[in-house]
């Protein structure tokens, strides 16, 4: 009897518990222009708990019943703090003010990009959309692609090439979002820009390991970009005019403080140029980026987004290429209680890729589609407990390529490689736990579950698809020895992963903590390249009956480090991550218009591990970091059978982006209220190659003898770009500003290589090496505007 009453006296005890705490939830936005703002810290410090908000500025957490002081900071931003009387669930709303800055004072220059020692996040790194605007870039084009690469653990296959590389994966096996939308290719021509308009980001985050469980289809790394929502309250645009591109940005109220809309188009004009000097070829991309956001009530918010590009190359009209991205994403934000937040997702995405030949007579189309349904939710059980879950399906339609002709008579018969069709899905679920006040972790497991649908042509082989001819000692192509049609409403294979994740942050003292990481990936879908930076003829095919999908395993660990108040930050982190069924070719595959493809591949591995330090100065007029990358990368495909050697002898070799060292200086100085400089220094080890050793003459011909796959480099690439922001003062009377940003790209004309061929010269008869650079110095001057 006395155990039951100590037992009914601890329910009791709970129950009473309960119901002196209560919740309380809002949204935080920026006070000049409303928008919502993510990351913001609400903190009640007398209890020791707190909270962030999400990607669309909502918290929520449970506070017990009384009188308490609540702190509501954003670095960047003037903090609030006042006594709240919590005998009820709140619903409080905040508006920040943007902290004034004053040369005189010490001054927080970069927001979220601080370090969060507590939180069990790693492996991400984040840049304030003011940084990337200062740093000098090529042609003077503010690219958050390339900013990223100034950060550890990103490079990419040389100068001017497309897509990014994470901790030694490929550029397809990264998952690039654009308001929740895949963007498939984000680069503007072939390389030299990426597809994001910085007037219309809001806030990004490049997650490189540690991955949460709400995110996957990719192995390597996610780039989470999301758009402003829109001015709710007044009217503001913003733009630059540029050497090669110019861009606007307009944004205001539909109807004020509950609607708005954001609309920004950026367009290059280089091409126009070489009109004046009778050159016919042309190259230039223009894009779109749109946004319209109804706040129905306290509780609702639809948002509707959108972004559209398109990049157009042509040689004296006979060659016309023209490849893009569209994507549309329909969003309803819902509280469905007050400590639980939803967001349901609809979303379309288009990667479309184009080519007329006129003197043949032929159009070529290929690309690929996907719509996808996604319902998320963000439950916060309690001050220590965070639970996110949520389901995502995606129907992918793949077209490898169909061409026609231009004229009626070019000669050219229409013909269709035959299309792939898909189903993905994935449940999730990952709880975020401050297990003490040392110690907090996040675990999550995702089951991801794909659907290979029928088509109307796919090839039976007696055995493999690729058989090895021991007589010649060469792979080749395997004869079908049937056809099998299916409808693409049938399954015809199914694959089914769960992908675990961990991560864990002990907390020394509040300046400095150690994280742990696990997560494992699956991607099922993969590009079909043989180029080490992905080009628009690239084509994306599914995993099916011959091509398994790729699957990795990464472990991570860090130490991280506040010093001077906040004022240094340090982050030192190594990893070791494996992939499994990675796609190789065998020597002499034909990609391009195969509609058999897997006679040509074989599955591979690879692996790749390194160590990066990474230390920031954040505030005062000189800002800026110090990043350095040491790693490795490498892969290798082995025989299946003991007689067979696989690629390369079966030994491991570097893969195509391989970089031992990549070292960063990034360095930013207020020199007064009216001018800011910036620079910074690269310097990297040569990307690997395949040079030939020997030759030998056949019939009068050289015949080239290459050494082993990647055993050789390029030499070491270099560089140092300045520029120097000049800003005048605001004209208050009529909200007008403006700033001048002069750049000096490659400062002492570093040829570096991007790729180095041989040949035999004409004169001497010798053969000779030479050395592709695409830019020397490159000045350039950009007028930046906003009223």
Aim: proline share 4%.
């Amino acid at each position: 009897m006395k155990n039951i009453i100590l037992f009914c006296l601890f329910l009791s005890s709970i129950s009473a518990w309960a119901q002196e705490s209560f919740v309380v939830n809002g949204v935080i936005k920026d006070a000049e222009n409303n928008e919502t703002l993510s990351g913001v810290n609400i903190l009640f410090p007398e209890l020791q708990t707190g909270t962030v908000t999400n990607e669309y500025g909502f918290y929520s957490l449970k506070v017990p019943a009384g009188s308490h002081k609540m702190e509501i900071s954003y670095l960047g931003y003037q903090s609030i703090s006042e006594k709240v009387d919590i005998q009820e669930n709140l619903n409080l709303n905040f508006e920040l003010n943007t902290a004034a800055q004053d040369l005189a004072e010490v001054v927080i220059v970069d927001d979220s990009e601080r370090l969060n020692i507590s939180k069990p996040e790693m492996s991400v790194n984040k840049l304030e959309i003011s940084t990337i605007q200062k740093l000098p870039v090529v042609f003077g084009e503010v690219d958050i692609v390339k900013s990223l690469l100034l950060l550890t653990g990103v490079s990419n296959a040389g100068e001017g090439s497309s897509g990014f590389n994470v901790r030694g994966g490929a550029a397809d096996q990264n998952l690039i979002l654009l308001d929740e939308a895949t963007i498939y290719n984000a680069s503007h021509l072939f390389g030299l820009f990426s597809v994001f308009n910085p007037d219309a980001i809001k806030n990004l985050k490049l997650y490189k390991g540690g991955i949460p469980a709400n995110y996957g289809g990719r192995v390597s790394s996610v780039l989470d970009i999301y758009q402003k929502d829109g001015n709710s309250r007044h009217f503001e645009a913003n733009g630059g005019i540029g050497l090669i591109s110019s861009r606007l940005l307009a944004q205001g109220p539909i109807v004020k403080e509950k609607s708005s809309y954001l609309i920004g188009g950026r367009s290059s004009y280089a091409h126009l140029f070489l009109k004046l000097t009778d050159n016919d070829n042309s190259a230039y991309f223009y894009d779109l980026n749109t946004k319209l956001t109804f706040r129905l009530d306290p509780k609702n918010t639809i948002l509707f987004s959108g972004y559209f590009g398109r990049d157009v190359f042509n040689i004296s009209e006979s060659f016309n290429n023209i490849y893009g991205n569209s994507v549309f994403n329909l969003r309803w934000n819902h509280v469905l209680r007050d400590n639980i937040f939803s967001n349901l997702s609809l979303i379309y995405s288009d990667y479309y890729y184009g080519l007329t030949l006129d003197f043949v007579g032929f159009n070529w189309n290929s690309g690929i589609k996907n719509l996808n349904f996604k319902y998320d939710l963000d439950h916060y059980l309690n001050k220590n407990l965070n639970l996110d879950y949520g389901f995502h399906t995606t129907w992918h339609e793949f077209n490898p390529g169909e061409i026609e002709p231009s004229s009626s008579s070019s000669g050219i018969i229409p013909g269709e490689l035959i299309k792939k069709y898909a189903l993905e899905s994935a449940l999730y679920l990952s709880l975020e736990h401050t297990i003490s006040k040392n110690l907090s972790a996040e675990y999550g497991i995702r089951y991801s579950n794909f659907l290979r649908m029928g088509q109307e042509e796919l090839n039976l082989y007696q055995g493999e698809p690729v058989i090895y001819n021991e007589r010649f000692g060469i792979y080749e192509k395997a004869d079908p020895i049937g056809i099998r049609e299916l409808d693409k409403s049938k399954v015809e294979r199914s694959f089914g992963n769960f992908e675990p994740r961990l991560a864990l942050a002990y907390t020394f003292t509040e300046d400095q903590s150690i994280k742990l990481s696990y997560n494992r990936m699956t991607q099922y879908l993969h590009l079909i390249t043989n180029t080490s930076s992905p080009t628009p003829l690239d084509v994306w095919t599914p995993s099916g009956r011959y091509i398994e999908p790729q699957s990795l395993d990464q472990v991570a660990a860090g130490y991280y480090r506040n010093f001077a108040n906040e004022e240094y930050s340090l982050e030192i982190e190594g990893y070791y991550k494996t992939l499994r069924n990675r796609i190789d070719y065998i020597d002499g595959a034909n990609l391009i218009a195969n509609d058999a493809i897997e006679q040509v591949i074989l599955p591979g591995e690879a692996r790749a591990y390194g160590t990066e330090l990474l230390l920031k100065k954040n505030k005062g007029r000189f800002t800026g970091w110090f990043a350095y990358t040491l790693s490795k990368s490498e892969q290798r495909t082995p025989g299946r059978t003991a007689t067979e050697p696989g690629i390369n002898n079966s030994q491991w070799y570097a893969t195509a982006y391989d970089k031992t060292h990549d070292l960063s200086l990034t360095a930013s100085y207020k020199l007064s209220r009216k001018w800011d400089l910036n620079a910074n220094f690269i310097y990297q080890t040569g990307l690997p190659t395949t040079y030939p050793t020997a030759q030998y003459k056949f019939e009068n011909m050289s015949i080239p003898v290459y050494a082993p796959r990647n055993s050789s480099r390029l030499p070491d690439y270099h560089r140092l770009d300045l520029s120097a922001t000049y800003t005048p003062r605001r004209e208050s009377t009529s909200g007008y500003s403006s700033s001048w940003n002069f750049g000096l790209y490659n400062v002492y004309a570093r040829k570096n290589a991007v790729s180095i061929s041989f040949r035999e010269n004409d004169d001497t008869l010798r053969n000779e090496a030479v050395r592709l650079s695409l830019f020397g110095i490159v000045p350039s001057v950009t007028y930046n505007f906003k009223f």
